[in-house]
Structure formats: C-alpha cells, structure tokens
C-alpha cells in the first residue's frame, strides 16, 4: 500500500476513479509492453511506470477511450525504454508459447502443433520493424478499432490503415515465402 506522502499530488477521489477507469487495463497494457520491449520483467517496468504516469496526469483524462489512452502511455514508455537501454531489435524476441498463458489440457499432438505455429508466427512477428510490429498488436491482438490504434500511435487513420496493410503483407511472407503476390 502507498504511503499518505507518495500520493500528496493526487486525490484520494482521483485514485479512486483510476482504478476503476484505468486499472481494468493493465493486463492489454502488460501484453503490448511484453511485444513492444521483448521481455516480461522489462515490461512490467514499463508497465509500472505507464501506470504512474498515468496516475499523476489522470486528472487531465477528459474521458474517452480509457484503453486507448493508456495503450498510448504504455507505447510512449516502452519507446522511451528503448532509447534509454538502446534496444536492438536482433535481440531474443518474445514467445508466445514461454511467455504466453498455459496451453489447456489437449493431446500432446494437438499442443506440440499449435505451439509450433505459434513459435513460427512469434518469431516472423518479432522480425517486423517496431512501426510495423506495433499496429499488427494493437489490431490483431489487442483488437483495436482504426480509430483507437491512431490515437494510440498518434498518427492518422490513413497511416494506421497504410502500415497495418504493409505490416500484413510482410508478415504473410514470412510465414509464407513461397507463395507469390497476386497484382
């Protein structure tokens, strides 16, 4: 629990509705650090420090698209993580199958497949530049409406729209060399 003096900026009320509002979030907030940073601790760091940015500048939250507004937060601390730790986009990249949640009870068969295409996608996902990278989550794994993925990314729909559809065709033939496009 935090002490009366570390939340001396923030309202007892504000705190309040934070967690009610922002909280809920956390889990899509932890999943788009863990592909943007490509390591679970590092992303509980850039998680914890979006939350607290987040905290401290809620009182300005005009209300919205409370998910979006803290995906956009998440994505501004992991790209300044980045900076700061100078991440190279060689290093390990993140596995759905060691980081991801518990495969259910199946045949061995069935999960050794599944956990074979997931590694395989994982890996082709992990080769995509970050702008790429970043909009194929956000759509495909976070869900989010065009909308939300410009307000998140800050850049217009059509951007959104234009680099979710280069992020597509580059991932369908990683996954997929030998097959050619149709003009």
């Known amino acids: 629990m935090q002490q ?9 009320g504000v705190v309040d509705r934070f967690e009610r509002v922002v909280l809920p979030h956390l889990d899509d907030a932890y999943t788009l650090a863990r592909y943007l940073v490509r390591d679970e601790h590092d992303a509980q760091d850039v998680v914890q420090d979006a939350a607290l940015r987040a905290l401290r500048y809620f009182e300005g939250f005009s209300g919205g698209d409370a998910r979006a507004w803290l995906l956009a937060i998440v994505r501004n601390c992991a790209l300044d993580w980045r900076r700061r730790y100078r991440l190279d ?5 993140f596995d759905e199958v060691v980081h991801g949640p518990a495969t259910a009870s199946r045949s061995a068969d069935a999960a050794a497949i599944e956990e074979s295409e997931q590694h395989r996608v994982q890996r082709a996902l992990g080769t995509l530049p970050l702008e790429f990278r970043e909009v194929i989550v956000l759509r495909e794994v976070q869900e989010l409406r065009y909308r939300e993925i410009s307000d998140v990314l800050g850049v217009p729909i059509g951007t959104v729209m234009s680099r979710l559809a280069r992020a597509r ?6 996954l997929h060399p030998d097959t050619r496009e149709v003009s």
Request: net charge negative; hydrophobic share 30%.
């Open 4 to 12: 009366p003096s570390e939340r001396s900026d923030v309202t007892e």
């Open 89 to 93: 986009e060689r290093s390990v990249p």
């Open 169 to 174: 065709r580059q991932l369908a033939a990683l």
